[in-house]
């Protein structure tokens, strides 16, 4: 039987009275490349952080890898990309191998020294992205693909066994964005790595993601990609749309 | 009178050793403060510190020994306030501060004996500096140091990004917990430098100086300090010399090193 990576039971979520997430339930298996979607301010950044705990669980339960989200500690097995990368400062004076490296962090006991494994970890995977020319730059100085696939090495840097992206292509051109696409889909095809998509970009979904979570403050849909072209649901929500993002399939 | 001739002289062979010690310490903090926004928790703590002193003068204790603690204290609830009653960060300090600096005012009030002593804190006097002193910065600077070299991976983690570094296990709270009272006790040792009203002084301007031309984090710090312990020395010769207060030509030197690091910015 393939392992629960994370499971959520009615998760439910709100700011003062105003409700954001309601009764969310889901099971994402190991070796899933999960798109979630939905419109802006349908909850689906407000749905990883709960689940990695940036939120408080108000509602409902979450379990990482089999244990309770507040008393996970394997932190090392997830990688995350923020939305938009607005957690860092633009001024902050550090270059791409000391940002890369704080990603080793979190497989580090006290005290958290460096060692020389840990430079080549991060030499191995600025070179696997293609950016190891990169590695004196200061993170200010680079482009948004640039600053992308720096925060994608950080994020990968631990070779996580859960991959959380969110909305990780907004500031990035069409070509980049394919190449990225790309080699994040080869991940999960060769290393069965975990992916979780939140984006609304449903032509990357249509193209890369084997399930898909449709969210507008509830799940409208959770399924397969064939049982989500199917469902009535969402072909009276997408309507003629539908049959574009299936298009996007290899 | 030569430089090495003045370098005999006891007082000013511990105005060096406290001054170098504290300027490299604060030096270090104030990177982390400065790229957290949190610049004027110096200046805040600085001026509970001043309550924290009149209080040890009111008792007739070593005022240092009333002020680690009370500024200690300060520091939390000024976390505290900012994270739990959902104040502005500088509006926690703000509180905080002025409430520090009226009741050192009651107490200057109150008692008419000490107000001379309280003004060498308030504008400090590093040739005045005592052999007490002079030890309790070595000490009180090496633990500090040696807390942050262990954490330095946290501070740097959090500094870069909280949310990130909560995704990677790093008990944010805890690392905020321990950043506040390491300045709060280096506020409490710079006091003695250059005085209550100018701490800041040391915490901001060497790292705001090391950010016009550093090339990554580390080299932040280590310009820092560098800067830092250059202005601490030349401000003492200059002083010295020129028979100027020390405290404000160590804050006007590393002025002058920033305009300095500022020009030589690449644009």
Redesign the interface.
């Given at each position: 039987m393939d392992n629960i990576i994370v499971s959520a039971e009615k998760i439910s979520f709100g700011y003062g009275v105003v409700p954001v997430l309601k009764d969310i339930s889901f099971t994402i298996k190991q070796g899933d490349f999960v798109g979630v979607v939905g419109h802006n301010g349908s909850g689906k950044t407000t749905l990883i952080k709960i689940i990695?705990?940036?939120l408080p669980q108000k509602e409902g339960t979450v379990t990482l890898f089999g244990e309770p989200g507040g008393k996970f500690?394997g932190?090392?097995k997830?990688g995350?990309l923020?939305q938009n990368l607005s957690?860092?400062?633009p001024?902050?004076?550090?270059?791409v191998k000391?940002?890369v490296g704080?990603?080793l962090?979190?497989a580090?006991r006290?005290?958290?020294?460096?060692v020389k494994q840990d430079r080549e970890k991060v030499g191995a995977v600025l070179a696997d992205l293609q950016i190891l020319n990169l590695q004196?730059r200061?993170m200010s100085e680079l482009s948004g693909g640039q600053l992308q696939r720096v925060m994608l090495a950080?994020a990968l840097v631990n070779r996580p066994e859960l991959l959380i992206l969110d909305e990780p292509t907004n500031a990035i051109d069409a070509e980049t964005r394919k190449t990225f696409f790309s080699y994040i889909h080869s991940l999960s095809q060769k290393n069965r790595m975990t992916i979780i998509l939140i984006t609304h970009d449903m032509g990357c979904v249509g193209e890369y993601a084997d399930k898909i979570l449709y969210l507008d403050k509830v799940a409208l849909f959770y399924g397969s990609f064939d049982q989500f072209k199917k469902s009535a649901k969402m072909i009276e929500v997408f309507g003629d749309e539908l049959s574009h993002f299936i298009s996007h399939r290899h | 009178m030569d430089i090495l001739t003045i370098l005999n002289y006891g007082f000013i062979q511990r105005a060096f050793v406290a001054g170098i010690f504290v300027a490299i310490l604060a030096s270090l903090l104030g990177a982390f403060l400065v790229l957290r926004n949190l610049s004027l928790i110096g200046d805040g703590l600085s001026h509970v510190s001043f309550g924290a002193i009149a209080l040890g003068l009111f008792l007739g204790i070593y005022p240092m020994y009333v002020a680690i603690p009370l500024v200690v204290l300060a520091s939390l609830l000024i976390l505290k306030l900012s994270e739990r009653a959902k104040l502005y960060g500088d509006a926690a300090i703000g509180i905080v501060s002025s409430v520090g600096i009226a009741a050192g005012v009651i107490l200057a009030g109150i008692s008419n004996g000490f107000n001379v002593d309280l003004f060498s804190y308030l504008f400090g006097n590093i040739l005045s500096i005592s052999q007490q002193d002079v030890l309790m910065s070595i000490l009180l600077s090496g633990v500090v140091v040696f807390v942050m070299l262990l954490f330095y991976q946290e501070l740097f983690s959090v500094t870069f990004s909280q949310e990130l570094a909560r995704v990677t296990g790093i008990k944010t709270g805890r690392i905020n917990s321990l950043l506040v009272v390491l300045t709060a006790i280096t506020v409490v040792l710079s006091v003695r430098v250059v005085g209550i009203m100018l701490i800041s002084s040391l915490l901001i301007l060497p790292t705001v100086s090391s950010l016009q031309i550093s090339r990554g984090f580390k080299m932040t710090l280590f310009l820092g300090a560098l800067f830092a312990i250059i202005s601490v020395v030349l401000g003492i010769f200059v002083s010295f010399f020129l028979n100027i207060p020390t405290g404000a030509t160590i804050v006007l030197v590393n002025f002058a090193m920033f305009v300095l690091a500022y020009s030589m910015k690449k644009k």
């Open positions: 990695l705990g940036l500690a932190w090392e997830i995350y923020p957690v860092i400062n001024l902050f004076p550090v270059t000391e940002a704080l990603g962090l979190s580090k006290f005290p958290k020294l460096f004196n200061l950080r | -």
